[in-house]
């Protein structure tokens, strides 16, 4: 079933007072536009490719609600081009076949002028050639390196999130200074835990470093003692990344494992506790482990402007809460990149002078041209840069250590840790 949102209809008095409180920090113009001056009154019509049930759920929940709050940001700053935007959100299921099908209604049936939104890295390969077919531009939230490695095609673009290849390559060299050097990887046996099993394999090996042991679980397990036996007694490092609804028994099962007595220094990315409460009964033994984030979850003390707008745009409090019910928490580490990729859009229309369906080409093309996105409200996770030729984005990624039971950030790369040689040159492929 599809949901439809337009943002709310703005009055001039709301749109000047968000522009005032911006102080330039949102690219709008300097006077109302109003929707009459477009060449179209017909609002621009976005698809999302929602996670709404299957194992990305949780993640799928929160994504809808900061599209949702990005479009009312943007609708009350004049929409696209001087037309209205809607967004029209359809269940995948967080499944890669009926991805595709979502995609195809998306497109043919609701005629959006693009897609975006997939997060679960099975959906998007399984979405992308009908993108390609359909000859309608997706844009991904997701954070498998299959867009930078040239296995999808050129109207597949993740501008709004940075991939694994380039996540823990700015990373293990932190990991392997002061956690060790002797890793233990356990990660989900499918594409994303497949990216985090190769890159960070070889980012440790560069560092001198060398992981011990796979450990691969499948998505679907709900139980997972019976792995932590597999864990090498000369791991110096517990690396883990779990995703799905099961995370919270993950967690848990490792500390009953481990107890009270020696452990690993336990290295985590925030996926083996997204939309968990850190504080849940049987968490204790977090405290001190370090994690992986993409977006801090807590308010951290040095919050730009930008990251505080961000938050309170979305219903967010500075424990990465619901404002309405502390106890359902946000996927704050990746749902930024819907906000961000929605921005994304908007600027590249502009540019594009996009006006529909036969513009989609130049959509691309304009999106292709982007160099570097500054930190703004637009870009409130950090500022990035956006490889047209791999159609990825780079951006800063946090290292953050359970300090009195909350994420507190200990280290922050720099763009440049994240990057690596191109391995796909998208503009030379046809469209």
């Known amino acids: 079933m599809t949901s439809r949102l337009i943002g709310k209809t703005p009055s001039r008095r709301s749109v000047l007072t968000g522009m005032a409180a911006g102080a330039g920090a949102l690219a709008v113009p300097s006077f109302f536009p109003g929707y009459t001056h477009a060449q179209s009154s017909e609002p621009i019509r976005l698809g999302f490719q929602l996670h709404r049930t299957g194992?990305?759920?949780?993640?799928?929940r929160w994504y809808e609600r900061t599209a949702t709050a990005a479009l009312n940001v943007l609708n009350e700053a004049g929409g696209i081009n001087g037309r209205p935007v809607e967004i029209l959100f359809e269940d995948d299921g967080t499944d890669p076949a009926r991805g595709a099908e979502v995609f195809g209604k998306l497109a043919t049936q609701s005629n959006c002028d693009l897609v975006f939104g997939a997060l679960f890295s099975h959906v998007v390969v399984g979405t992308a050639p009908r993108a390609a077919e359909l000859k309608v531009p997706y844009l991904v939230c997701s954070?498998?390196?299959?867009?930078?490695?040239?296995?999808?095609?050129?109207?597949?673009?993740q501008p709004g999130i940075t991939d694994v290849k380039s996540q823990v390559q700015s990373m293990a060299p932190w990991v392997t200074q002061n956690l060790g050097k002797k890793v233990t990887m356990?990660?989900?046996?499918?594409?994303?835990g497949h990216d985090h099993r190769d890159?960070?394999?070889?980012?440790?090996?560069?560092?001198?470093?060398?992981?011990?042991k796979h450990i691969a679980i499948p998505p679907t397990e709900t139980s997972f003692t019976r792995y932590f036996p597999q864990i090498p007694s000369d791991t110096e490092v517990l690396y883990h990344v779990m995703v799905g609804p099961a995370v919270l028994t993950f967690v848990k099962e490792l500390g009953e494992f481990y107890g009270s007595g020696d452990r690993p220094q336990i290295f985590g990315f925030i996926d083996s506790l997204e939309a968990v409460d850190i504080a849940s009964p049987g968490l204790?033994?977090?405290e001190g482990t370090h994690f992986w984030e993409g977006h801090p979850r807590y308010k951290q003390a040095d919050a730009s402007e930008h990251e505080v707008f961000?938050?309170?745009?979305?219903?967010?409090?500075?424990?990465?809460?619901?404002?309405?019910?502390?106890?359902?928490?946000?996927?704050?580490?990746?749902m930024f990149s819907t906000w961000e990729t929605l921005f994304v859009i908007k600027a590249a229309m502009e540019a594009a002078g996009y006006q529909g369906p036969a513009d989609r080409q130049k959509l691309v093309e304009a999106i292709e041209a982007m160099t570097d996105f500054a930190e703004s409200r637009e870009h409130p996770q950090g500022a990035k840069t956006f490889n047209g030729k791999t159609h990825q984005a780079f951006g800063h990624q946090s290292i953050s250590q359970v300090q009195g039971g909350k994420l507190i950030r200990v280290h922050q790369t720099s763009l440049e840790d994240g990057y690596y040689p191109d391995e796909v040159d998208y503009t030379t492929q046809s469209f």
Do not use: C
């Open 310 to 334: 961000y938050r309170a745009a979305v219903g967010v409090d500075d424990n990465g809460a619901s404002v309405t019910d502390p106890a359902d928490i946000a996927t704050y580490a990746h």
């Open 199 to 212: 890159f960070f394999t070889a980012a440790v090996a560069a560092q001198g470093g060398e992981v011990i």
């Open 55 to 60: 194992i990305g759920a949780s993640y799928g």
């Open 143 to 157: 954070e498998g390196h299959h867009v930078a490695s040239g296995m999808l095609n050129r109207w597949t673009l």
């Open 284 to 286: 204790e033994f977090l």
């Open 186 to 192: 356990i990660f989900p046996d499918y594409a994303f």
